[in-house]
């Protein structure tokens, strides 16, 4: 990372997501300036507080459960929980719950 000065945690998101994004077929040069966008952006943004980054087990449910409400039409909770492997009462949860979140937000 060229652009200024940061600390190892920063150092390495940037080199994460520039690897990725080069993976992606982005041009290296192009890669490293859009990661060291969205580094600074998230040092701006969340500098000096405690961040949380959830385990993988957590984001996936958390992800799945974003998309089961996206999907979800009013009328296919079956569909919805032989695809997800889940009971027709847990997808009744989560779309609950995610209703609930999207009110308080």
């Not at 200024?4 to 300036?33: N, R, T, Y």
Request: charged residues 30%.
């Amino acid at each position: 990372m060229t652009k200024g000065s940061h600390p190892g945690l920063l150092l390495d998101l940037h080199d994460s997501l520039s690897d990725q994004l080069i993976k992606s077929g982005l041009e290296p040069g192009k890669a490293s300036d859009i990661a060291y966008t969205v580094t600074e952006h998230i040092h701006k943004t969340w500098a000096g507080q405690q961040l949380y980054v959830p385990k993988s087990v957590e984001l996936k449910c958390a992800t799945r459960n974003q998309d089961i409400y996206r999907r979800f039409n009013g009328k296919n909770f079956t569909e919805l929980s032989r695809e997800y492997g889940l009971t027709e009462m847990r997808i009744r949860q989560i779309i609950k719950e995610q209703r609930e979140k999207r009110a308080s937000a």
